[in-house]
């Protein structure tokens, strides 16, 4: 009596990719980078502004009044003159670096690799990812816990620039731009590692009986998917993260673990997810865009 062999379910691309460019990886993933600053601003200022709060604020919805009625519109764009620029080069180096990651993971070129493998991948290329990605937000952030013009006891920055120069003097390059590189590398692990197969999963599902490449559609649902997936996977280390680079205080050692007990026992679990509504409405649109702009100009280039 023979025995049927049952193949294992695997979800597949309806095409294999064509090989591309580093140049052709580059410019897409700043453009990338540059649709999710325009798309999320506003989000990303509230959901830090939450993050660093201790009692401001009853909430998102609370946090944005506020911010506009006693600061403008505008305030909700605070630090964007360093993501739009800085977050465009940082997702250059994410795509480029993710895809490296995948020709590696590959036995031949066009290969489909698995959903844990492009989780691996993704996971590689945030490592390499963070070595941009924690001074860019690091400046971002300082410039978005700004309330009105000076009005508070801290250093007023009047841009980035300012921002980075007083830092760097008053706490050297490692201290300064690079305060908080350990905790972003701890969040970009599992983020990218959700933002890949988010992203993968999705799109293979919804492009699963058809021969063509993804529609835009498809590519922002995917892309809305991956969005999600890198919250859920990383928004405590964030929070950590948020913490550590605001703070005057220089943090010594192995910090994580610490600034999560002690955020823990002032404001319990919530503090650990404070901020995390508005982040995951944010990602929707904002990861949507990045995936959608990437795959457009990733086929504008293999067409040339």
């Known amino acids: 009596m ?28 700043n453009f990338g980078g540059m649709a999710n600053v325009l798309v999320g601003q506003p989000l990303d200022t509230i959901k830090v502004r939450l993050q660093l709060d201790h009692g ?27 993501p739009i620029v800085g977050i465009g080069a940082v997702n250059a180096l994410l795509f480029a670096a993710n895809s ?28 390499v990812n963070s070595i941009l990605a924690s001074p860019v937000e690091l400046l971002k952030i300082k410039m978005q816990a700004q ?20 830092l760097i003097q008053r706490d050297g390059l490692a201290n300064g731009l690079g305060r908080g590189m350990y905790a972003t590398i701890l969040r970009e692990i599992p983020a990218y590692f959700g933002f890949y197969t988010g992203f993968e999963m999705v799109k293979r599902h919804l492009t699963k009986d058809q021969a063509h490449d993804a ?22 280390f964030d929070v950590v993260k948020s913490v550590v680079q605001n703070q ?34 944010r990602s929707i649109p904002a990861a949507g865009a990045t995936f959608t702009a990437y795959e457009l100009s990733m086929r504008m280039f293999a067409n040339l």
């Open 2 to 29: 023979s025995q049927e062999i049952v193949e294992p379910l695997v979800l597949t691309p309806p095409t294999t990719q064509k090989e591309v460019s580093a140049v052709a990886d580059f410019v897409s993933g």
């Open 56 to 82: 401001r604020f009853n909430g998102a919805w609370d946090c944005a009044v506020q911010t506009v009625k006693n600061e403008g519109v505008l305030a909700l764009y605070k630090g964007m003159a360093t």
């Open 100 to 127: 490296q990651f995948k020709k590696a993971l590959q036995d031949h070129p066009g290969q489909v690799l698995s959903i844990g493998q492009i989780g691996l991948a993704g996971a590689g290329a945030g490592i």
């Open 147 to 166: 309330y009105g013009k000076g009005s508070g006891s801290g250093r007023y920055f009047t841009g980035p620039i300012d921002c980075a120069k007083y």
């Open 215 to 236: 529609t835009v559609t498809q590519l922002m649902i995917s892309g809305a998917a991956g969005g999600i997936g890198y919250w859920i996977f990383s928004y405590p």
């Open 248 to 281: 005057v205080e220089v943090p010594k050692g192995f910090y994580a673990t610490r600034v999560m007990k002690q955020i823990y026992a002032r404001d319990g679990l919530n503090g650990l997810f404070r901020g995390i509504a508005p982040t995951i409405l």
